[in-house]
């Protein structure tokens, strides 16, 4: 009879989280994001899965490529990987956005001061400031099956930086 009552807390502490709401139990992605100090709207809403690891490595896998537009166009690959510490996310994979008709891969995203309302975009040759605002929500994805890459040559120009 001791045995079972020892283990009474126990059953009833199990049978509280079982009974829990899945949801309150996993995050999303942008919750993440604003819990590091970012702004959701950094990764499109067609998010398949994410893994973030203790060593900070942040990797997003989406279901296909992914075009959008903050203030010029922005390209997803399928997976984007960053090192994610509070408000930056640094050596950023799989992200590249259209500058002057050239697509640069983006390297860096940094919050340096929220109050100033600016986030920091590294784009490999040079720095770029933007609007927080252009952030707030995840954006929409745009498709054409991946045939647009092609056509611009995109592919090639992310090899040779």
Known sequence: MASIQNR???LLTLLFFLSLPLSSCSSSIHDLLRTKGL???????DV???TYSE???LEVYLDRPCLTKF????FYETVVRANLTYRSLAGVEGLSQEELFLWLPVK???VDDPKSGLILFDIV????QLSLSLFEDPPDCNSDEGNWVSRIGRS????FF
């Open 8 to 10: 009474f807390p126990l």
């Open 39 to 45: 702004p959701a709207g950094l990764l499109p809403k």
């Open 48 to 50: 398949r899965s994410f």
């Open 55 to 57: 060593t900070g490595l």
């Open 71 to 74: 203030d010029t166009m922005a």
């Open 108 to 110: 860096d995203i940094v």
């Open 125 to 128: 040759l040079a720095h770029k």
């Open 156 to 159: 090639d120009l992310c090899d």
